[in-house]
């Protein structure tokens, strides 16, 4: 139940970033996204709960974005970062959960 909350949030994040972009998005765009979203997936991997769902985006993106279709590229971008922060806010509810249910 925890992990559909967590994705639940994380669809909600990546749609809100997309509505505040008005404007194309340029090559520059898609590569600060990209970042972002790569950063955020190397954290949850140094957690060990990578989301395949984020590997997934990421690979979607690079797609768009080599097809020139940049508006599309940093909407998967911003979906998959917001999956590897979903992923990594999971890691450290689990940690701290798995703690209190064990550990006495």
Same mark, same amino acid.
């Given at each position: 139940?925890? @992990?559909?909350? %967590?994705?639940?949030? $994380?669809?909600?994040?990546?749609? &809100?970033? !997309? @509505? @505040?972009?008005?404007? +194309?998005?340029?090559?520059?765009?898609?590569?600060? $996204? !990209?970042?972002?979203?790569?950063?955020?997936?190397?954290?949850?991997?140094? %957690? =060990? *709960?990578?989301?395949? @769902?984020?590997? *997934?985006? %990421?690979?979607? $993106?690079?797609? +768009?974005?080599? #097809?020139? =279709?940049?508006?599309? +590229?940093?909407?998967?971008?911003?979906? $998959?970062?917001? !999956?590897? *922060?979903?992923?990594?806010?999971?890691? =450290? #509810? /689990? /940690?701290? &959960?798995?703690?209190?249910?064990?550990?006495?």
């Amino acid at each position: 139940m925890r @992990t559909r909350a %967590l994705i639940r949030l $994380a669809v909600i994040l990546s749609v &809100a970033g !997309l @509505t @505040t972009a008005a404007v +194309a998005a340029s090559a520059d765009d898609f590569k600060a $996204a !990209l970042a972002k979203a790569e950063a955020a997936n190397k954290q949850a991997g140094a %957690l =060990k *709960n990578q989301w395949t @769902t984020t590997t *997934n985006a %990421l690979n979607a $993106a690079k797609k +768009a974005a080599d #097809g020139g =279709k940049f508006d599309e +590229a940093v909407k998967h971008a911003n979906e $998959a970062e917001a !999956l590897a *922060n979903a992923s990594i806010a999971q890691a =450290k #509810g /689990e /940690e701290k &959960a798995w703690a209190d249910a064990v550990v006495r």
